[in-house]
């Protein structure tokens, strides 16, 4: 069993494949496993930071079972009980959506839970996404007039899907909010790593493949596919060639751009989205926040993990073109004035642009999603691109790596 990808969909099917007793070995074109999702120590910071930011929902099915499956349940930390802070730079009002228990959301209609001037038909109007067509953007359903749309919708649409809520495609975040705030308090609960992405996601998932025996490549880039007779027959990587048996089978977990370059005749989306993270050392830890939503600036969410500050911008293609010291500066305004820092100058940071951090989560480009099955008898696709129903998130790599993994479990079982 080969998985070419060792990012968490990659991991996810090797997780999967190997509690179920299949000999698998994973290759990573990188140096390290975790794609976008891990951890390294910053040298100008002296600290260890995210490559990027995630905020995770308990709600996220997925999640659960990956983290409970590689011995790491307790590695996310959060709120015992919903509650989403938020910040407007430009009014300075600050608030929290806090989301009751249950199924009926009777928190829109109480004042102290809910969005300054919204009103409770401006939250069901959000039930316009479950019939949204494939089509459909995310602002052509909404009123983008009322408050709500630029305090709450607009920077969910924007994060969940990093594309703009004028092109994203409604039909991917309806699904994330039927499984978080759909379904009550309990599944929307924040969620974010206790020390990093890498401590939660990658190296438990690295570990028990060593204990599998199952051994993890780095630095194999996989160059082309051999194919022939309905087949894979070979994978040429940078460092040599693997010859495959007529039992082994092959899942491909590389980017969108990777894929269509390896597989003939795929579709797959074309277009990207940028996402820019900030990381600035504090002078002290900040006590009594974890995250904040922030609107009306360029920051989106601020995330605080000890003396650590870190901000994330969705959909940044403009701001990615900017130098970092302006970035930086314009973050570090908005992230002193968050946290009621004053007047201070710029502290030692880092920024981090993913220029193709995912696909352009537009309607013209989810129609360019694949399934993870191919017209290659031994060959199956995952990653959080593949059509898994659900944005490019955490939560749907980690399906879409399950889900080959059973693809390949199921073959197995038929053969």
């Not at 390294?40 to 910071?45: A, G, N, P, S, V």
């Not at 260890?48 to 011995?71: F, K, R």
């Not at 990381?279 to 360029?298: E, K, N, P, Q």
Request: charged letters at 20%; glycine letters at 12%.
């Amino acid at each position: 069993m080969h998985i070419v990808g060792a990012g968490v969909a990659g991991l996810s099917c090797a997780v999967r494949l190997a509690r179920a007793g299949r000999q698998v070995t994973v290759y990573e074109a990188a140096g390290h496993a975790g794609g976008r999702c891990r951890s390294f120590h910053d040298t100008t910071l002296d600290s260890l930071i995210d490559n990027g930011n995630h905020l995770l929902l308990s709600g996220n099915q997925a999640v659960v079972s990956y983290l409970e499956d590689i011995g790491a349940a307790d590695s996310l930390t959060g709120p015992n009980q919903a509650a989403f802070p938020f910040l407007d730079l430009e009014s300075g009002l600050r608030w929290t959506v806090a989301p009751n228990s249950g199924r009926i959301p009777w928190w829109i209609f109480s004042s102290d839970r809910r969005v300054p001037d919204s009103r409770a038909w401006d939250y069901l109007q959000g039930l316009r996404l479950a019939s949204a067509g494939e089509d459909t953007t995310v602002a052509s359903v909404l009123d983008t007039a009322r408050p709500l749309y630029r305090r709450f919708w607009q920077p969910l649409a924007v994060a969940v899907l990093n594309t703009a809520a004028e092109e994203g495609a409604a039909s991917l975040l309806w699904p994330v909010i039927r499984e978080t705030f759909g379904r009550g308090e309990a599944a929307c609960r924040p969620r974010i790593a206790r020390v990093g992405l890498s401590d939660s996601f990658v190296d438990p998932a690295l570990r028990l493949l060593e204990a599998a025996g199952c051994p993890v490549h780095l630095n194999h880039r996989l160059r082309g596919i051999e194919v022939g007779g309905g087949r894979v027959m070979a994978l040429e990587f940078t460092g040599g060639r693997v010859d495959l048996g007529n039992d082994d089978q092959v899942v491909l977990s590389v980017p969108p751009g990777a894929a269509a370059g390896l597989v003939p005749g795929l579709t797959a989306p074309q277009g990207s989205r940028a996402i820019v993270n900030g990381h600035f050392r504090l002078a002290r830890a900040h006590d009594g926040l974890s995250f904040l939503g922030i609107v009306g600036g360029i920051c989106q969410w601020l995330f605080v993990r000890g003396d650590i500050a870190s901000v994330t911008v969705s959909a940044a293609d403009v701001l990615a073109d900017d130098g970092a010291p302006s970035i930086a500066a314009r973050m570090w305004r908005e992230i002193a004035r968050a946290l009621d820092l004053g007047d201070l100058p710029v502290p030692a940071h880092r920024i981090v642009k993913e220029k193709r951090a995912t696909f352009a989560q537009t309607p013209q480009e989810a129609h360019r999603r694949a399934g993870p099955g191919t017209v290659w008898t031994n060959l199956t696709l995952a990653g959080d691109w593949t059509d898994t129903g659900l944005p490019a998130t955490i939560e749907g790599a980690l399906r879409s790596g399950h889900k080959a993994a059973d693809l390949v479990l199921i073959g197995a079982a038929n053969a």
